[in-house]
Structure formats: structure tokens, C-alpha cells
């Protein structure tokens, strides 16, 4: 595992320790698999960011 001390860093660890490791436990769920469910996450963020941006600009 890289470490770094930047906060990326740390959220990169995390990140890895919470989620691939559980997912691994949970049945061994490739990596492409969690890939797509990291798209699929990271553009709902975006839609709800945007969202939330237009809901303040009312």
C-alpha cells in the first residue's frame, strides 16, 4: 500500500481499507466491477452537486 502524507493520501487509504477490502470479504467482486460502480458513483455525485448548485442559485 502507498503511503503518503498528503490528504489524498489518507483518503486513498481509507478508501481502500473500507471499501476493497470489504468488498473482497463480501464475495470477491472483480476489479472491473467495482470500477463501474465507482462511475456510476462519482457521476451521481456530480449530478447531485450540480443540483445542489442550482438549488442555491434560486
Do not use: F, P
Amino acid at each position: 500500500m502507498l503511503h503518503t502524507v498528503n490528504h489524498r493520501g489518507r483518503a486513498k487509504r481509507l478508501a481502500d481499507t473500507c471499501l476493497i477490502e470489504t468488498m473482497a470479504a463480501l464475495g470477491g467482486i472483480e476489479n472491473a466491477e467495482t470500477g463501474r460502480a465507482a462511475s456510476v458513483l462519482r457521476a451521481l455525485s456530480g449530478l447531485y452537486d450540480q443540483a445542489a448548485r442550482a438549488a442555491t442559485s434560486l
